[in-house]
Nanobody
Framework: EVQLVESGGGLVQAGGSLRLSCVAS????????IGWFRQAPGKEREGVSC????????DYADSVKGRFTISSDNAKNTVYLQMNSLKPEDTAVYYC?????????????????????WGQGTQVTVSS
């Protein structure tokens, strides 16, 4: 069992920045992927970014490339999502998730069903 806890959300003006954190606890795995997803009211869940536990193969949605950066601190079992130049359309609940059976795959932001464990989410609101 893996527990994921997100934090760092809040209200920010357009152009501002936030850093989300995802702390993992519980059973540890040799190789896993952490993904960040978001869901706005009335919209489908959207993959934002992901990274392997090694720090390799980060991936980003086109909508956030150049603005968001994913990083990991394995000593703290924490994955961060630095979000800069925020836009009102970034407003959503942000979730982190763990894929504990990636095998030879790189992390994926396209298939949220690959992820086995999910956090409770943190609200990000960007005002115009």
């Amino acid at each position: 069992e893996v527990q994921l806890v997100e934090s760092g959300g809040g209200l920010v003006q357009a152009g501002g920045s936030l850093r989300l954190s995802c702390v993992a606890s519980g059973h540890t795995f040799d190789d896993y992927a952490i993904g960040w997803f978001r869901q706005a009211p009335g919209k489908e869940r959207e993959g934002v970014s992901c990274v392997m536990s090694s720090g390799d193969s980060p991936d980003y949605a086109d909508s956030v490339k150049g603005r968001f950066t994913i990083s990991s601190d394995n000593a703290k079992n924490t994955v961060y999502l630095q979000m800069n130049s925020l836009k009102p359309e970034d407003t959503a609940v942000y979730y982190c998730a763990a894929d504990v059976n990636p095998g030879i795959r790189d992390c994926s932001i396209d298939y949220y069903l690959l992820y086995d464990y999910w956090g409770q989410g943190t609200q990000v609101t960007v005002s115009s």
